[in-house]
């Protein structure tokens, strides 16, 4: 079973929109909250983290909510562009070493 | 710098061939990982290696090995592959403590 549930799977946005991707966990273990951004052939690469005594953090128009007691977080991208089209991926960390991964979201924004 | 290097990037195998994928990395990382990507499922660990000499279990094992050869390698093996292992494999890397974890570029696995 997914430990790291995301959605939606899918998501279309018109540039200059708010793209917005959420997770939720079940695990209280986890520690860490990356969010890593793939584009096609290539392999994940990191975006955004927070830790789970954090509620928000911020780096450009990339924002990481997070709720530690609705055991949810989530991506917000603003000022929605075309090159922010990939697929995103958010995870958890347990422990120093595993990294579970949610399902993706592949986004499209269109111009 | 070369980061996370894997080989091949694309293999077709009959079902029932084995096959080793490969994976080096010259970050001097103490943590390497393999990954399997399938559509709707996202990235599902497979196998990792917390330091050269160890290796443990992730999410989906069953049909492959591993082996730590060095720090810098980690191979994974399918020893009979199965159509169910087709699927875009990725390899991982990162310190003790350090929380990014830097990816390859893939291999992309077809067993017919």
């Known amino acids: 079973q997914q430990q790291v549930k995301q959605s939606p799977q899918s998501l279309i946005v018109q540039k200059g929109g708010i793209s917005i991707i959420n997770c939720a966990y079940e695990?209280?273990?986890?520690?860490?909250f990356p969010w890593y951004q793939q584009f096609p052939g290539k392999g994940p690469a990191l975006l955004i983290a927070?830790?789970?005594?954090?509620s928000e953090k911020k780096e450009g128009r990339f924002t990481i909510s997070f709720n530690k007691s609705a055991k949810q977080f989530s991506l917000h991208i603003m000022d929605s562009q075309p090159g922010d089209s990939a697929t995103y991926f958010c995870?958890?960390?347990?422990?120093?070493?595993?990294?579970?991964f949610g399902q993706g979201t592949r986004l499209t924004i269109n111009p | 710098n070369a980061g996370v290097t894997q080989t091949p990037k694309f293999q077709v195998l009959k079902t029932g061939q084995s096959m080793t994928l490969q994976c080096a990395q010259d970050m001097n990382h103490n943590s390497m990982y393999w990954y399997r990507q399938d559509p709707g499922m996202g990235l599902r660990l497979i196998y990792y290696?917390?330091?050269?000499?160890?290796?443990d279990k992730g999410e989906v094992p069953n049909g492959y090995n591993v082996s730590r050869l060095n720090k810098r390698e980690f191979s994974l093996r399918l020893e009979s592959a199965a159509p169910s292992q087709t699927s875009v494999y990725f390899c991982a890397s990162k310190t003790g403590m350090n929380t990014e974890a830097f990816f390859g570029q893939g291999t992309r696995l077809t067993v017919v």
């Open positions: 995870a958890a960390r347990q422990g120093a070493q595993k990294l579970v």
């Open positions: 927070i830790r789970p005594d954090v």
């Open positions: 695990n209280t273990a986890f520690d860490y």
């Open positions: 290696s917390a330091s050269e000499g160890t290796t």
